[in-house]
């Protein structure tokens, strides 16, 4: 066999070593080159799905951002109309006070006016002043009458701007006031309220109690509605009163 045979051989047997090394080599890296792609695809897909989670929770952020801004602007509208109702409230409350001392006056000017009527009819005094004093009889009767009306409506006021406050305010129990002690006013057994000489100042607190006595026997109980600085009006606890009460008796917590 001649160099040149010997040669060829050897380039045969070479490329058919390469060959096989080729192959050897296809079949075992081509499943390490698949995982890496597959991986890659599901790195890919991963990262579209964080991108879209990430969008999704900016969106959801933003929306519970208005959330928060309409809410905070609820609560602050809310409060205003509490100071409004409080303003009202109290302004209802004067105009009550101010009736009332309108409706005791034309009251003594009324027992005046009946009383003189009496003393002149007594006198025989003539029909023409008579009938002077009947006119004026009718005319403070219809004051009356008036401020009564008026005084309902202010009363009707009250109580709803009250209600209104106690649905902001009302704890879920009275409030403690140790040591505080007064007298009753006023009594209006009609409206069923009381006016006390007791106010912020002396440590009464709207919807306190007060036990109200006289001469030491427990006659009732009032819940206090509003206070003032040196005064407060307040309601007579349904199936708390034992008597009348009256102007002068005594409360304290």
Known sequence: MTKSMLFRVSLILTAVAGIGMIGVTQWLVRPHIKRIVDQREVNKRNWHQEITRADKLAGDLKQTETKLAGSQQALDETGKQLVAARAMADQQEGRADTLAQNLDVTRRELNETQQRFAAWKALEIPVETVRQVIQSEKRLRQETAILREELQVVVAENERL????????????????????????????????????????????????????????????????????????????????????????????
């Open 162 to 253: 009250e209600k209104l406050v106690v649905a902001y305010t009302t704890p879920d129990e009275a409030p403690l006031m140790p040591g505080v002690k007064g007298s009753i006013l006023a009594v209006d057994p009609k409206w069923n309220f009381v006016v006390l000489d007791v106010g912020e100042k002396a440590g009464a607190k709207p919807h306190g109690v007060f036990m109200v006595s006289r001469d030491g026997k427990l006659i009732g109980k009032v819940k206090v509605a509003t206070v003032n600085v040196d005064r407060s009006i307040a309601n007579v606890m349904p199936g708390w009163q034992f008597g009348e009460l009256m102007e002068g008796d005594q409360v304290i917590f």
